[in-house]
Nanobody
């Protein structure tokens, strides 16, 4: 089994920045496409950003393009999400996820392992 643990969430004012980190326990981490999802109360879980196994390809939801950056360090078994210019609508629980498949996917059902989530609250 793979364990994923997110950290870095918190409360920030609109326009501020946060950096989320996801640490994986698995030694074959470098083979997994990874993604960040978020879920707000009453909303479905939505794709935020994804990164392929090597880190050479990244994908972003339109709502975060230009503001968020996903990266990975396979030597450290970590995936980060740098969030800049935060908006109140970014408020949600953020989850990291790993896939045993070959591709970054947009649907939560395509991911096999999930972290516990970390709360991000952006105040106006």
């Amino acid at each position: 089994q793979v364990q994923l643990v997110e950290s870095g969430g918190g409360v920030v004012q609109a326009g501020g920045s946060l950096r989320l980190s996801c640490a994986a326990s698995e030694g074959t981490f470098s083979s997994y496409p990874m993604a960040w999802f978020r879920q707000a109360p009453g909303k479905e879980r939505e794709f935020v950003a994804g990164i392929n196994y090597s880190g050479r390809s990244t994908y972003y939801a339109d709502s975060v393009k230009g503001r968020f950056t996903i990266s990975r360090d396979n030597a450290k078994n970590t995936v980060d999400l740098q969030m800049n210019s935060l908006k109140p609508e970014d408020t949600a629980v953020y989850f990291c996820a790993a896939s045993l498949g070959a591709l970054v996917e947009l649907q939560p059902a395509e991911y096999d392992y999930w972290g516990q989530g970390t709360q991000v609250t952006v105040s106006s």
